[in-house]
Nanobody, 124 residues
């Protein structure tokens, strides 16, 4: 079974940047709509950003607009999340997910495969 694997999480000071990556554990010939979600400590999982199958369309949570950028390289089967001007409220475990269809989708109900998550800690 193909799994999604996130990387790039870590510790950073407020105002800093991180770039997350997500790739399948095995090559896949199918291109999916993709998304990033996060779960802060003690809170529910929440939507962060999503990108269409082609990469032409994106959608963001209001809390990250202007600071985060989602992108994908379909030649490498890799999804990215560039996170700039990080705040302590961005501290969470970040998950990538994929969905059938064109996308982008902000609701988790569309997604049928999830990674294990990568933790991000922003120190204030």
């Amino acid at each position: 079974q193909v799994q999604l694997v996130e990387s790039g999480g870590g510790w950073v000071q407020a105002g800093g940047s991180l770039r997350l990556s997500c790739a399948p554990s095995l090559p896949t010939a199918i291109t999916y709509a993709m998304g990033w979600f996060r779960q802060p400590p003690g809170k529910e999982r929440e939507f962060v950003a999503a990108i269409s199958w082609t990469g032409d369309d994106t959608v963001y949570a209001d809390s990250v607009k202007g600071r985060f950028t989602i992108s994908r390289d379909n030649t490498k089967n890799t999804l990215y999340l560039q996170m700039n001007i990080l705040k302590s409220d961005d501290s969470a475990v970040y998950y990538c997910a994929r969905a059938y269809g064109l996308g982008p989708y902000s609701s988790s109900h569309h997604y049928n495969s999830w990674g294990q998550g990568t933790p991000v800690t922003v120190a204030s």
